[in-house]
């Protein structure tokens, strides 16, 4: 029963996370039509994004986007996870990516990544027993 309310808890911060992400990229936006001078915004992005827990943690839901178009893998199990590779619109604005695990112990870690082009761009990280990491991209 305490395992179960702990993973409510987890999973309801993680969605907290996942909101405050969308939020950002939401309220960030412009409807400036004026992109022509802004680099990147006319090219698409090959997106991956990637996960790693610590010896024993086991990786329970990601949640990743492009733009605030999340896709969620839930029911995950092991280490790591990598999602399938996103190519962006072209004018695409943010990649956000935010990961739940459970560690073995209070030393556990989780660490996220966002790799665009074949490139690392931006990692988040995590540690103790209850993990949750998160990282931005803007392209």
Same mark, same amino acid.
């Given at each position: 029963?305490?395992?179960?309310?702990?993973?409510?808890?987890?999973?309801?911060?993680?969605?907290?996370?996942?909101?405050?992400?969308?939020?950002?990229?939401?309220?960030?936006?412009?409807?400036?039509?004026?992109?022509?001078?802004?680099? &990147?915004?006319?090219?698409?992005?090959?997106? @991956?994004?990637?996960?790693? =827990? !610590? /010896?024993? *943690?086991?990786?329970?839901?990601?949640?990743?986007?492009?733009?605030?178009?999340?896709?969620?893998?839930?029911?995950?199990?092991?280490?790591?996870?990598?999602?399938?590779?996103?190519?962006?619109?072209? &004018?695409?604005?943010?990649?956000?990516?935010? @990961?739940?695990?459970?560690? =073995? !112990? /209070?030393? *556990?870690?989780?660490?996220?990544?966002?790799?665009?082009?074949?490139?690392?761009?931006?990692?988040?990280?995590?540690?103790?027993?209850?993990?949750?990491?998160?990282?931005?991209?803007?392209?």
């Amino acid at each position: 029963m305490k395992k179960m309310k702990l993973k409510n808890v987890l999973k309801g911060s993680f969605l907290m996370v996942m909101a405050a992400l969308v939020f950002g990229f939401v309220t960030s936006c412009s409807n400036n039509d004026d992109d022509d001078n802004i680099p &990147g915004t006319n090219k698409t992005h090959k997106v @991956v994004f990637k996960a790693e =827990a !610590s /010896a024993g *943690s086991n990786i329970d839901i990601a949640v990743y986007g492009i733009d605030g178009n999340p896709t969620t893998a839930t029911s995950l199990s092991g280490t790591t996870w990598t999602s399938p590779e996103i190519t962006t619109e072209a &004018g695409a604005f943010n990649a956000n990516v935010a @990961v739940n695990a459970i560690g =073995a !112990s /209070a030393s *556990s870690t989780l660490k996220v990544q966002i790799w665009v082009d074949g490139e690392l761009k931006k990692e988040g990280t995590s540690s103790g027993q209850y993990l949750s990491a998160s990282a931005s991209h803007t392209f």
